[in-house]
């Protein structure tokens, strides 16, 4: 198949954002299954060397509606089979979002949503059109399932759920770990503590240093806590603010920021840490490639009920969950794992075994049969 795939900054970006990790590792397996992949980019893709062996067409400034007619004006010329647009409004302006209806209209589409609406009526209503105008519709996860069985039933029959992957996998290649953890103050009498993720307000970061604080001059454990990853260059200074909370609760060396690193470097860093913590403030869910990245390394999990059920996210077998927005909750949900070893095997086994069903070439696979569909239409 030939298809067109839709990402305004698809990577290598300035900006790598879920939907940009998504994108990118779903063409890589689609490449590998013997499509030829066109992706539509903006000003955030930086051309480079190692990118994917694969078009990218690059429709620079500000995307509108003249930009939604050269899309479809490439569809129609190279006769492309199927137009994947991987959608979450916050990566689209208002003027191509209200033209977008009218691309999917015109292509064989497939739209794959990430997040459905923001706050206010024209939010919603963009993504009613958006739902109505899809030849097909691919929920990346459960919260897009919920929102289309409550407000949208009607769109049921032609979605298809297909979940996100981790965007960071093992890696099995040798490095100088030992070097890595050096130079993060990392030591063998460390319990290891790891946030992995961008990192912007809502993630809970601040109630993840209190508890911290709680464990480490309450209680006297000796704990390391490596935040990995950057934050959003548009989203003020909230790095610096949590820098500063580290520093008023003396944690001194207790907590490493570490910036956004390598995936060598984070695999090498989930290998050492014995919890991954992910206290998401709008609770955990599968549409968190940070969190799938957690299951990828086998770790024993600690984060927050999910806003809604999700059934393969069983509380004590995948993962535990504190309270939402609770420092005492966290810090004592963590310190259940320090004080038992067997519990945090159990975890670690929950997690390699629940990841199973998010591996790339199932989704991929899955991907390419609603591309199918969406073709013999």
């Not at 879920?18 to 980019?41: D, M």
């Not at 190692?50 to 995307?63: A, D, F, K, Y």
């Not at 959608?87 to 979002?97: E, H, L, Q």
């Not at 997040?115 to 209503?125: D, I, N």
Request: charged share 20%.
């Amino acid at each position: 198949m030939k298809i067109g795939l839709v990402c305004p900054d698809f990577p290598p970006a300035l900006r790598h954002g879920g939907v940009s990790h998504y994108s990118g590792l779903l063409a890589e397996e689609l490449i590998t299954k013997g499509h030829r992949i066109t992706a539509f980019a903006g000003d955030e893709h930086k051309p480079c060397d190692r990118s994917l062996i694969c078009e990218v067409c690059r429709l620079q400034g500000l995307w509108d509606r003249a930009t939604a007619l050269s899309i479809e004006n490439f569809y129609q010329s190279a006769r492309l089979d199927v137009l994947n647009v991987q959608y979450s409004p916050a990566a689209y302006p208002p003027a191509f979002r209200t033209a977008l209806p009218g691309l999917l209209k015109k292509t064989n589409s497939a739209l794959s949503l990430h997040s459905l609406w923001g706050g206010g009526m024209l939010s919603r209503l963009q993504g009613y059109l958006l739902v109505r105008s899809a030849s097909k519709v691919i929920a990346t996860n459960s919260e897009i399932l919920y929102l289309i069985r409550k407000w949208m039933p009607w769109a049921l029959q032609k979605t298809r759920f297909v979940p996100i992957g981790p965007n960071i996998m093992p890696d099995s290649k040798i490095i100088d770990s030992l070097n890595i953890f050096n130079k993060y103050g990392v030591r063998g009498s460390h319990f290891v503590l790891m946030y992995f993720g961008m990192i912007y307000n809502g993630k809970g970061l601040h109630i993840l240093l209190e508890a911290v604080q709680k464990m480490v001059v309450e209680e006297a454990i000796n704990i390391k806590l490596l935040v990995v990853g950057g934050g959003v260059s548009d989203l003020g200074n909230v790095i610096d603010d949590l820098k500063a909370q580290a520093r008023r609760f003396d944690l001194g060396d207790r907590v490493v920021f570490t910036g956004p690193v390598d995936a060598k470097v984070v695999s090498a860093l989930y290998a050492r840490a014995d919890v991954a913590v992910l206290p998401y403030e709008s609770g955990v869910s599968d549409r968190r490639g940070s969190l799938m990245a957690a299951l990828a390394h086998g770790k024993a999990i600690v984060t927050t009920p999910p806003r809604i059920p999700i059934p393969h996210f069983q509380n004590g077998l995948h993962m535990l969950f504190c309270d939402r927005l609770d420092p005492s909750s966290l810090s004592k949900t963590i310190k259940s794992i320090i004080l038992d070893p067997e519990l945090k095997a159990h975890l670690e086994q929950g997690a390699v075994k629940l990841v199973k069903g998010f591996r790339w070439e199932r989704i991929a696979s899955d991907t390419e049969y609603v591309f199918r569909e969406v073709m013999h239409a």
